[in-house]
């Protein structure tokens, strides 16, 4: 047996390692994020390693791809971040204006809908990307609206991430990936309260700058 398909047995379940520690690493980005420290995004990163590992190995082509993607906005959200709080300043979160909400919609409705028809195409050309395209589409497309926002420092990205676990929670144990489904739903929790904190945060800022 490889390491990537290494694990431990509970009740009758297989748990993988990669995909434990790789949701543990997910939801210390979590963490991390609601406390603002530039920590968030190389935890996230090797977090988005080892959960590629594991939907490869469970042949969930989406989910690996969007671990693929979270990687790459890791990168992005590190370099952010490190320029936003150079010279020890605080992250200067805030709520996206009409415009950028109104992108992240678009790019949520037109993102879904493209990428589910690729999808839908390339399995008909027998590639079996996806066994369940809309969803798979839905959570690669708003998981990446969220990342990208979150790189920005938004407030909106934690209603993404609400709408995105929706979808995440219940895909994830059909799939037989069932530490990632626990981890979905302790998302949403965590998700809250980071939307509360951020708002509140940036409510203040706000009213310092004005």
Not at 72 to 86: D, E, F, I, Q
Not at 160 to 186: E, Q, R, T
Request: glycine letters at 10%; proline letters at 3%; aromatic letters at 14%.
């Amino acid at each position: 047996m490889s390491w990537t398909e290494a694990g431990f047995d509970v009740y009758g379940q297989h748990v993988l390692w990669t995909d434990l520690v790789g949701n543990v690493c997910a939801l210390g980005t979590v963490w991390l994020a609601i406390r603002k420290t530039i920590w968030t995004w190389p935890v996230q990163l090797l977090g988005s390693v080892l959960l590629f590992v594991a939907s490869v190995g469970a042949h969930i082509t989406g989910n690996a791809l969007k671990q693929a993607l979270f990687g790459v906005l890791a990168v992005y959200g590190w370099v952010k971040w490190s320029r936003g709080t150079r010279g020890g300043a605080e992250l200067p979160i805030r709520s996206a204006r009409p415009g950028e909400r109104a992108a992240l919609v678009g790019l949520l409705v037109a993102g879904t809908v493209a990428v589910a028809l690729t999808f839908t195409f390339l399995n008909s050309r027998g590639w079996n990307i996806s066994w369940n395209p809309w969803p798979d589409a839905y959570i690669f497309v708003g998981s990446a609206a969220a990342t990208w926002a979150q790189g920005r420092a938004l407030v909106d990205f934690w209603i993404i991430w609400v709408a995105v676990d929706l979808v995440g929670v219940p895909l994830a144990f059909s799939s037989g990936l069932v530490v990632s489904g626990v981890v979905y739903g302790l998302f949403f929790v965590m998700v809250m309260i980071g939307f509360r904190d951020w708002l509140r945060q940036s409510r203040a800022l706000r009213a310092v700058i004005a």
